[in-house]
């Protein structure tokens, strides 16, 4: 089963784009953008969720350490 969320490669300006369940929600610029995105979805725990969680995340290209461009 693919992860239900998706955070693209960094742009030129940092930002990635992030999908859930096939849907663009938006370019996240920082782990609390990405977060926000969780709760408006409403994903349990939001909070305290595993960003590194392989069964749930895929990170393209670097994880969620990089935000840069």
Do not use: C, K, N
């Not at 999908?19 to 939001?46: C, K, N, Q």
């Not at 960003?51 to 895929?58: N, T, V, Y």
């Amino acid at each position: 089963m693919d992860p239900r969320i998706v955070i693209h490669e960094p742009d030129e300006q940092g930002g990635r784009r992030v999908h859930v369940d096939g849907t663009i929600l938006g370019m996240a610029y920082s782990e609390m953008d990405l977060r926000e995105f969780l709760r408006r979805v409403e994903l349990p725990d939001w909070e305290d969720v595993d960003i590194e969680d392989a069964g749930l995340f895929r990170w393209e290209g670097p994880g969620p350490e990089s935000w840069e461009g």
